[in-house]
């Protein structure tokens, strides 16, 4: 995983509530086995105006004039401002693979579903979640002014807008480090392996059902 | 001191290691796998060099892509015509087998929906930790199990380290009080929950379901409520462990015997919240005031009962939740007022781990006896949620009803849930579905999903449109005007 750095990203809005995880990248393109290449399909049915399947040459597609993402001032976006329960349904991480592809490090919204928020921070995408009236504001700001960038300051936990307001924002302070430091959760886990192992054997005493070898089957 | 909540106990009986910065490491007991989420996280295994941690603690099957017509199937993988899909299915067989994971391939007579699969064979127990890189993956909280989806890279850590890092969640916990009426089901009850609480309703929550209601639910009900809780925000949904959860599992494949099944029994009794447990947040409600439940909308929270209408969104409370159902209307092709009972179908899906248990086959069954399939209705498809669950329903007759009564009857796979395989909705279908979400084009491009109970699609499929279940014998269902040519 790259290591978050401090960033003055370009604010794109999606003004919409509930989006799922099948609207940030439908299910036919979970069918590959890689990590990337998703970010072409990112919001596929709200960015084009045919079915897309994967594989496809995306050169011919019809886009969707309407859609922010493919709107001229957007182009290069790296910040998406969002709506409430942003990513729910399902734990696909294609879903934040598929933001991270396309070019967003950083998502703000009210509030995320739970996996998705998991997810987003193991591949390096932070998310910032900031109150109602925040956001509202932020809205308001951003579409009246053509490149609307924010400065997106992890290590001190702040946002600031081109005016200069800061916004602070809350974020756990062991996801925070990962990001800052760009670490393998799996190798920092390893090195608890003696903890795991103590564990293991101790749960295996007290519940031998749970293991297919102590487990009594005749 | 106050008592402990079931989560509690089940996240201190899994603690490895608490964190200073809150973080925490937990064991992981159960993890299934399936063909979509897992192949990325064995090939971060394999450029790291690792190895899987414990393979007894693995169980793996294909589902999402598999195809569910009987001559399809019959070829096994090579009955897969979409060569993406291929490939994923392929790649789940040749990981398993070069790491030396369990697999129940395609055509094992166990291989099915991998939350219908765990618990049929007792590999999903009362007091386990269960994980799956799906979100459905709550299901397993039936079982007073703490049980979870986990995305890919969640997958490959537990993989590699029997354990995933994790923050403890808050208690919540949903009563469903007295007594449910009759033609009312599970699907009814946590539709009402989602309605009532919303998407987001249970989000940083284990949501604990408990009350008369739940108690009285049979395991296959008790998974259906469970399975959505996600759908309410909740990654986790459980149930106190009872006779019901025992008499389940007895003599289950996976499950243990002897003096050591009285041990489990013995311990997992204790798989139930403190008299006094506090909980951060409770909600009721009353099992009288729940109707048989169709979502009209784009989002599970989007909801109503039979009797109801679709709601005019100017009545909505904030302008966020106004253009939502704007939206919403506007993609169901649905008008404001409009009566649930007036929604025409063109297909049906009975099938998903939310309901393709015997239970739910019995209980479509029930409604279709007899009848035909409307005339309008261009599909009705039944698939069962495992290979057992279809040989139990054929040796019951449940599949003849269903043929007879002009239904496809299908192999096991997740099929129009999600549409990742050849069983799709077209461009502005209604579909009455027993699955889980109703997202914009979930079930196929444009398609319109409409969730129900397995007795009220069942009932639409005959009717044609919505129709009360509770009283399908007295309603027009059966209108000979629209019953399909023999």
Redesign the interface.
Known sequence: MQKFERLEGLVAPLD???V?T??II???F??????TGFGVNLFD?LRYLD?GY??QDIAGRPLNPDFVLNQPRYQGASVLLA???FG??????HA?WALEDFGFKVVIAP?F???FY??AF??GILLVTLAEEEIDRLFQEVEPNEGYRLDVDLDNQRLITPSGEVLEFEV???RK?CLLEGLD??GL??K?ED??RT??AR?RTE???????T???? | MSGQTLYDKLWSQ?L??Q?D???A?I?I?RHLLHE??S??AF?GLRL?G?KP??L?ANLATPD??VPTTIKERAEGNAGIK?A??L??VQ?LDENCLSFGIEEFKINDPRQGIVHVVGPEQGAT?P??TVVC???H?ATHGAFGALA???????V??VL????L?A?KMKNMQVRVEGELGTGVTAKDVVLAIIGKIG??GG??YAIEFAGDAIASLSMEGRMTVCNMA?EA???VGLIAVDDTTIDYLAERP????????K??VA?WRHLVSDDGAAFDKEVTLKAEDIEPQVSWGT?PEMVTGISGQVPDPAAAFDE??Q??HA?ALEYMGLLANQKITDIKLDKVFIGSCTNSRIEDLREAAKVARGKKVAGSIMLAMVVPGSGLVKRQAEAEGLDRIFIEAGFEWREPGCSMC???NADKLGAGEHCASTSN?N????QG??GRTHLVSPAMAAAAAIAGHFVDVRGIDSAAANDPALVKEA
């Open positions: 919409r509530a509930n799922d099948d609207l439908p299910k036919q979970l069918k590959s086995i890689k990590r049915d079915e994967p594989g709506r409430r329960n729910c349904g399902s734990s696909r991480e934040p509030s579903a739970d996996i998991n997810n193991k591949n756990d302070a062991f480090h959760d799996i886990t390893l608890d903890a795991i564990f293991e749960h519940r031998p059902w749970l293991f297919r070898e487990m009594q089957v005749g | 899994h490895v290691k964190r910065d809150g973080t490491l064991y007991d979509v989420t192949p990325q090939e790291a690792r941690w414990r007894d999402h892509n979409d993406t899909s490939i994923q790649t127990l007091g386990m890189g799906d979100s993956t979870h989806g986990i995305g890919t890279s969640e490959e850590h590699a380290t029997q354990c890092l923050q998407t987001a989000t940083g996600i925000g909740a990654r996976y499950a243990p015997r002897g003096d050591q099944w041990a489990a311990d989002s966020t939740v253009r939502s939206r999600l549409a990742m979400r997202f914009e084009s979930r491009y444009g």
